[in-house]
């Protein structure tokens, strides 16, 4: 079975600033797929970036981009230039196959300080 | 594009009612239909997984009986909680994804509550 741990319960970061949110799995498996989302107070789950395990270049979306580590199975994203509504939980996701279901680690709460 | 609805938000109803949840994808096909269970910051469960014209695959530990999935068309699940106990109550959320895609999208959640 596949798990994903993110180990920073809470973190904070002032405004403008940059913050790094940490995520490990485990799988036996080649290809798979790796999202991050954000689930602000309204605790819709919206969708930041996501990448194919099979690509080597790091997904950008904006001021966010990840640090895709195959072999060591981590996947970390970084927000660059923090704004206030970058407050939320974040959430590491994976899934083995675009047939398949999605598991989430535990979340992140990120909070940016003005 | 991609937008997933929830319908209702939010639902209070007494201990040992049925409640219905729809999920419906607004401006997509969901061959495939999710539904989580979040507890207060806590991550999400998930529940079942629903394809369209199929009976629903649920996780280990999550009774069927108890929660009926009906996913009967490619644009509308439901998820129906029966004889709801306050151990019930939470935030339930729905996912959708196309069979072109493999990125799923998720409804806005309904905040149950059983008393």
């Known amino acids: 079975a596949q798990t994903v741990t993110q180990s920073q319960p809470e973190m904070s970061v002032q405004e403008a600033e940059t913050v790094t949110l940490s995520c490990t799995y485990d799988?036996?498996?080649?290809?798979?797929?790796l999202f991050w989302y954000k689930q602000p107070p309204s605790r819709q789950m919206i969708l930041v970036i996501r990448q194919e395990a099979y690509k080597q270049q790091n997904a950008t979306e904006n001021r966010f981009s990840v640090n895709f580590q195959k072999a060591a199975k981590s996947f970390s994203l970084k927000i660059s230039d923090s704004q206030l509504g970058d407050t939320a939980m974040y959430f590491c996701?994976?899934?083995?196959?675009?047939?398949?279901?999605?598991?989430f680690g535990a979340g992140t709460r990120l909070t940016v300080k003005p | 594009g991609a937008v997933v609805s929830q319908h209702p938000s939010r639902v209070i109803c007494k201990s040992g009612t049925s409640v219905k949840i729809e999920c419906r994808s607004l401006?997509?096909?969901?061959?495939?239909m999710f539904w989580y269970r979040q507890f207060p910051k806590k991550s999400l469960m998930l529940m079942a997984t629903?394809?369209?014209?199929?009976?629903?695959?649920?996780e280990q530990g999550v009774e069927k009986d108890k929660f009926l999935i009906n996913h009967a068309s490619l644009t509308l699940s439901t998820l129906t909680v029966t004889s709801a106990h306050p151990e019930d109550s939470s935030f339930y959320i729905c996912s959708a994804r196309a069979w072109t895609t493999d990125t799923q999208y998720f409804g806005p959640g309904t905040r149950l509550t059983v008393l």
């Open positions: 996701a994976f899934m083995k196959n675009r047939n398949n279901d999605m598991r």
């Open positions: 799988t036996s498996e080649s290809n798979y797929y």
């Open positions: 401006d997509f096909q969901a061959t495939t």
């Open positions: 629903s394809n369209e014209g199929s009976k629903a695959t649920y």
